[in-house]
Every structure is written in structure tokens, then in C-alpha cells.
């Protein structure tokens, strides 16, 4: 159940001490609750709200949390914190306590060890220089072993938490958590999950090694083994559980209380329709950029990353990872129905537009990961890992383009005069309009290039560190000043403006490229696609967030469909008078609620201003009036705020 913190930052550990909840976070946050219902803020000396507390562990006497710039801090209570010294600089990622020891890992192979007091700390050798992202205790009757896991798939184990040993994970993926039950161990990570039965000897891979009840491809942060069953926890909410099955392999479902909010990576209106898709092969369209609503893919990609996507009015392409590509035509498309009548199954086809709801797998042509992706009459292109081009005359067959680079490509574009595609270490390519033969553009910046766009005449790329470059050919590139150090991933068109969004919230406008205004958005949450539709501009991004602005507004007259006035008495015999008001016109409009008793006079009073949020256009307003007298005789009407 969610619980109020009294918080807004990120939390990234927790720690059982005797039934006492410790967390720790974000700007020196330490929180403790015997409840789980009310948590309160820690005592920190010396005070510190700056370094980020990325691991907490503790014993039955002892607490210890871990962070940035290898900072320390344990507690006897959990309630007030002392400050030890660490003997490092490094990063530390995780903490754990075990065989009366506690140990702490971080980057670089930071591996540091300390008795049950935690005053003073002695470096251990690791082994690797890879970073390390946490550290448990594990083990079953009493016999227990520290595991620890980090970047490139890099497992280790020790005894007393003085000698590592290194286990073959099989994976040069990142790994955050490992856990162990009766059957065995779990290591999670990016697109990770992995079992063992030998205790770390030989690993089974549980998203890709099997396809029936396999794990979703996903980001998993967290694992706890729970006698012959799994619990895993993930990125954007998404939790899953795993049971024993044969042959090393489990049966893994999402657990039934928690939903993934998947990330959205790119957006597209085409054709009248609105496109996002993301994680988990996550397609949502709309119609209005208001009501979405989530599509279905075939089940051989319902555990693709979809990166891109773009096309015409008669074709859509969603792109991904291990060359993953989905379709959607325009068109009526016959759909098989089943519904029950009187307890008797009854079978009706049912013809659809199809364009953005009915998708099929597009035979593979490549394994690479693909991201960029654009389209004009008579030309597909996609791009992707390893410096990959494609293009295609109709989607369907599709020719390899040579490239003078094996960088990653993310973005492309089509002008009418040239084709542009972009990537890391500031890569930039551009081809003539039949993308056929691509050469590369010097250019004065190694930032990646995440994303270019053809928009208001000219190609506009933007990327790393606030990066905005725009050309009228592709060949000769200006930088603008962007005012922001953050990543900016896509940008958008919209009534004679520019508009880029990026990271944290971060959405900029322009109406001449040159000078950037920084816009308030209601989140702080990470944007990676922008587009246009209908005078609204639509962003996507980070755990499914769909953002829209009714930027361009709306002609049609905001009327008032209905009236009422009410009379209540309450239990204490007090009367009360109210007036309800029906509003109705185009949602997202703005507009002044106003009143006059002279209508000769014009002498229009505002008594609120209000938006029509609902998807529906209506909005109800009640006004209370005083009971004491009857109210004047009044004229309303509702006026549209430009």
C-alpha cells in the first residue's frame, strides 16, 4: 500500500532493525518508522542533505548507511546518525551485514569491511575494477556467504567478507541485486534475471532462455528469495513472481497488485493519430492526444524495447532492440470476436481501421538494435547499433546502406533535399533525398546527437548537455545556446514555434532558434518524445507520462448547457443555497466564468476562471449563494481565454 514519506526525493535503500524501517535516499535522507505508516526524518551529525545515502544494512545493535563520495554514517537506534571515516573517495553502492561483519561495495571495485561497532573501515581486494551496486548476506541455516554484483555481469563471493571469489555469471550485462531460497540463488539486472542451482557455478537465463513463462526484458532493481519462490522488483513499479519449474527454468508472472508504468521512448502523429511506444512493446494511440489507449502486438515481441517509431498515412513502423520491427497499415482489417450469448460461445468477425491499432511482425532483416526511424512518399529509413542504415521503398523490403561509422545511431530525419542521421560521440551523417549514400559531417562537438527532426524548414538535432544544432541543407550545421546542461531528446513544431524537450522535466521554445525560453512543466520527470497535433503539443517520456498543452486555442464558443439552483438543509437545520452550472465546449479550453445583473450596463464581474479537463468537453461548477435573502437576477455566460 502507498504511504506518505514526507519526502519528494528518491529513496534507494531499506533495512529491517528488529521491526524498525530504515530508509535512506536522496540528499541525505534517513528515515525511520515502527509502523510502516508514519515515517520520520533522522537525525544527522553532522548534518548532511547533500550526498545521496545509497545503501542502508543493519544488525541488531547497529545501523549503516553508505553514499556518494564514500560516506558513512551509522546509528545504535536508527534515529540518530553519527559520521565515520570511510578511507575513501569512492562512490559506495550498497552495505550489508553478516558473520558479524558489515561490508560496503561501490565504484571501481570499492570493497570495504568493518566489525560490528562500524568505526573503522579496512579496504578488501575485489579483483575487478567494475562498479559494484550492492552486497547482500545470504544464506540458509545459519551458514551464511556475502554475494556482491555490479556492472558487466560481475558476480563475487566471500566467506567473511576478507577474500573474493569471482562466479561466471554468463552476462556482461549490468546486475543490481541478488537474493537465494531453497533452491538456490537469483541474480537481477538490466534486461536480467538469472537462477542458479550449483551455487553460482552455472547460471539459467530466465528472459531469454526459454520463451513459454519467460521473465519480461526489463530493468530489475531489487530480488528477494522466498523458500521455492521469487519476488523481483523493478523499474516504473513493475514486480513479478517466479516458481520453481523444470530444467532450471521458473514460471514467472506479474505479481497481481502492480502494473508497469512502461517508458514511453518516441511519439509520432500520423494520419490523424497519435503513437508512443516504449517498454514491453508498449504501443498506446490516440485520436485526440487526450484518451489513449494501449494496442496489442504479436506475442513473439511482447518483450521488445520499442525505441522508434514513425511512417506515412498509409503505413506506421515501430522500431527496437535485436532488430525488432511491427507494422500497422491503413485500411479495414477483419478482427475474430468471441463473446458469450446465453452461455454459448458466439463466434463474429469484426472489421477495424487498422492504421496504429492492428500491428504484425515485420520479417527480420537485421539484428541490430534500431532506434531512428523516418519516412517520406516512397522512402523508410531506420538506423541504429553499429552504425546500421536501412532504407526501403515500402517498408517491406529493405536494402543495407553502407556507413562510414559504428557508432549508434538514434536518430533520423528526411528533408526535401536530404536525408540526416545522428548518434553518439557527435556523430552526424547525411545523405542525398534517396538516402542511398551517406557520408559524415564534421562537426565541433563529441555530445550525442540523440534525436534531429525536419521541422519549420529546417533539420533541428539535439542531444547531450543541452545540444541544439539546426540546418537548412544537413551539410552546414549552426549551435544554438540552449541555456540548460541537460539532455534534450526530441523536438516538435507547433504554431510558428520550436519546441525541445529533454530530461528532468525539461521543455524549451523558440520562435527563431536563437533564443530559447525554458517552459514550467508539471513534472520533473525525464521526456524523450514531442510532437504535434490539432494545436496541442503532446510529450512522452519517463513511466508512461503523457503530457498535453492546448498551445493553439480553440475556436468553437464555450456555452452554458444546463442550470440549477439547489436548496439543502442540513442535519443542524441550516439552510444553504447553491447554483449548478453545465459547461461545454472543446477540451483544454480556458475561459472566464462571468456574471452581470445589468445587462445593458455590460458590466461583465469574473467569478472564476476554469479549463475543461475532461476528455468530454463538460465541465459541472457549483457556486453557493447566501440563504438569507433570495439572490438578484442574474445574466452568465462563459468567455473563451485566448
Known amino acids: 500500500?502507498?504511504?506518505?514519506?514526507?519526502?519528494?526525493?528518491?529513496?534507494?535503500?531499506?533495512?529491517?532493525?528488529?521491526?524498525?524501517?530504515?530508509?535512506?535516499?536522496?540528499?541525505?535522507?534517513?528515515?525511520?518508522?515502527?509502523?510502516?505508516?508514519?515515517?520520520?526524518?533522522?537525525?544527522?551529525?553532522?548534518?548532511?542533505?547533500?550526498?545521496?545515502?545509497?545503501?542502508?544494512a543493519a544488525s541488531a545493535q547497529r545501523a549503516v548507511a553508505v553514499g556518494d563520495d564514500g560516506t558513512i554514517y551509522t546509528s545504535t537506534?536508527?534515529?540518530?546518525?553519527?559520521?565515520?571515516?570511510s578511507g575513501t573517495t569512492e562512490w559506495l553502492r550498497g552495505v550489508a551485514f553478516g558473520g558479524g561483519v558489515f561490508v560496503a561495495v561501490g565504484e571501481n571495485g570499492k570493497i570495504l569491511r568493518a566489525p560490528t561497532s562500524a568505526a573503522s573501515w579496512t579496504a578488501t581486494a575485489s579483483g575487478t575494477a567494475q562498479h559494484l551496486n550492492r552486497v547482500r548476506y545470504l544464506g540458509l541455516g545459519g551458514a551464511g556467504k556475502f554475494y556482491a554484483v555490479g556492472n558487466q555481469g560481475v558476480v563475487l563471493r566471500s566467506d567473511t567478507g576478507t577474500t573474493w571469489t569471482p562466479l561466471a555469471s554468463g552476462t556482461t550485462n549490468n546486475l543490481y541485486d541478488i537474493a537465494l531460497n531453497n533452491t538456490g540463488l537469483l541474480a537481477v539486472g538490466d534486461q536480467e534475471v538469472r537462477t542458479s542451482t550449483d551455487g553460482g557455478a552455472t547460471w539459467n537465463d530466465q528472459v531469454a532462455g526459454f520463451s513459454s513463462n519467460a521473465a519480461p526484458a526489463w530493468v530489475y532493481l531489487s530480488a528477494h528469495g522466498r523458500t521455492d519462490a521469487w519476488l523481483v522488483a523493478g523499474r516504473a513499479g513493475l514486480m513479478i513472481e517466479g516458481a520453481a519449474g523444470s530444467g532450471g527454468n521458473c514460471l514467472w508472472q506479474p505479481y497481481p497488485s502492480y502494473s508497469p508504468h512502461a517508458w514511453l521512448w518516441d511519439l509520432e502523429v500520423q494520419n490523424g493519430t497519435c503513437v508512443a511506444v516504449g517498454d514491453l512493446a508498449s504501443i498506446i494511440t490516440s485520436l485526440d492526444g487526450i484518451l489513449w489507449a494501449r494496442e496489442a502486438v504479436p506475442v513473439a515481441h511482447t518483450n521488445t524495447v520499442l525505441l522508434g517509431v514513425?511512417?506515412?498515412?498509409?503505413?506506421?513502423?515501430a522500431v527496437g532492440n535485436d532488430g525488432g520491427v511491427l507494422a500497422s497499415r491503413a485500411g479495414p482489417v477483419v478482427v475474430p470476436s468471441t463473446n458469450v450469448v446465453d452461455g454459448i460461445s458466439v463466434a463474429t468477425n469484426i472489421v477495424v481501421e487498422g492504421y496504429g491499432v492492428v500491428w504484425s511482425n515485420v520479417p527480420p532483416f537485421t539484428a541490430a538494435t534500431l532506434q531512428g526511424i523516418a519516412a517520406a512518399d516512397g522512402l523508410f529509413v531506420v538506423a541504429g547499433d553499429q552504425g546500421t542504415i536501412f532504407t526501403s521503398p515500402d517498408g517491406t523490403s529493405w536494402t543495407a546502406r553502407t556507413t562510414p561509422t559504428t557508432n549508434f545511431l538514434s536518430g533520423v530525419a528526411i528533408g526535401p533535399a536530404a536525408c540526416v542521421a545522428v548518434g553518439a560521440n557527435g556523430t552526424l551523417l547525411r545523405a542525398g533525398p534517396d538516402g542511398s549514400a551517406w557520408s559524415a559531417v564534421a562537426l565541433a562537438t563529441t555530445e550525442w546527437l540523440f534525436h534531429v527532426r525536419w521541422l519549420g524548414g529546417v533539420f533541428v538535432a539535439v542531444g547531450q548537455n543541452g545540444t541544439i544544432l539546426t540546418s537548412t541543407d544537413g551539410m552546414a550545421w549552426t549551435s544554438r545556446s540552449s541555456g540548460t546542461a541537460r539532455w534534450l531528446t526530441d523536438a516538435a513544431w507547433l504554431d510558428g514555434a520550436w519546441h525541445v524537450c529533454g530530461y528532468q522535466g525539461t521543455l524549451l521554445s523558440s520562435t527563431n532558434l536563437v533564443d530559447w525560453v525554458s517552459q514550467r512543466l508539471p513534472t520533473g520527470k525525464s521526456l524523450f518524445g514531442a510532437a504535434a497535433k490539432d494545436g496541442r503539443l503532446l510529450l512522452a517520456g519517463v513511466e508512461g507520462v503523457v503530457l498535453r498543452n492546448q498551445a493553439v486555442p480553440p475556436e468553437t464558443p464555450v456555452e452554458v448547457l444546463d442550470y440549477t439552483l439547489l436548496h439543502a438543509t442540513d442535519t443542524n437545520s441550516v439552510s444553504s443555497l447553491y447554483e449548478l452550472f453545465l459547461f461545454g465546449g472543446e477540451p483544454d479550453q480556458v475561459f472566464d466564468f462571468q456574471s452581470t445583473t445589468n445587462l445593458a450596463g455590460h458590466a461583465w464581474t469574473v467569478q472564476a476562471t476554469l479549463e475543461l479537463y475532461d476528455p468530454s468537453g463538460t465541465l459541472y461548477a457549483i457556486r453557493s449563494r447566501p440563504s438569507t435573502n433570495t439572490p438578484p437576477a442574474e445574466c452568465y455566460r462563459a468567455l473563451a481565454v485566448p
Not at 310 to 317: A, R
Open 1 to 56: 500500500a502507498p504511504v506518505d514519506t514526507g519526502v519528494d526525493r528518491y529513496l534507494r535503500g531499506v533495512a529491517l532493525m528488529g521491526d524498525r524501517i530504515l530508509v535512506s535516499g536522496e540528499g541525505g535522507t534517513l528515515l525511520w518508522s515502527d509502523d510502516g505508516e508514519q515515517f520520520l526524518p533522522a537525525q544527522l551529525s553532522p548534518a548532511n542533505d547533500i550526498d545521496w545515502f545509497e545503501g542502508v
Open 77 to 85: 537506534n536508527g534515529l540518530a546518525w553519527t559520521q565515520v571515516a
Open 310 to 317: 514513425g511512417g506515412t498515412s498509409n503505413l506506421l513502423l
